[in-house]
């Protein structure tokens, strides 16, 4: 999942320079969603890991 957000961050960057402003903002977009969906997986995973000690 942290692939697809550097993706949609690297496009977004790239539609940025380019020009293309709809593309940018929504490539921007997802990329958050997807960062912040992988941030709350990693911190439960990481506080499910605690728990089990």
């Known amino acids: ?3 697809w957000s550097v993706l ?3 496009i977004a960057l790239i539609a940025a320079v ?3 402003g ?3 903002d929504g490539a921007t977009e997802i990329a958050r969603i997807l960062f912040f969906v992988f941030l ?3 911190v ?3 506080v499910a890991g605690l728990l089990r000690r």
Do not use: H, Q
């Open 18 to 20: 380019l020009g293309f």
């Open 8 to 10: 949609f961050f690297v």
């Open 40 to 42: 709350v997986v990693f």
């Open 22 to 24: 709809g593309i940018a």
């Open 1 to 3: 999942m942290l692939r």
């Open 44 to 46: 439960g995973t990481l």
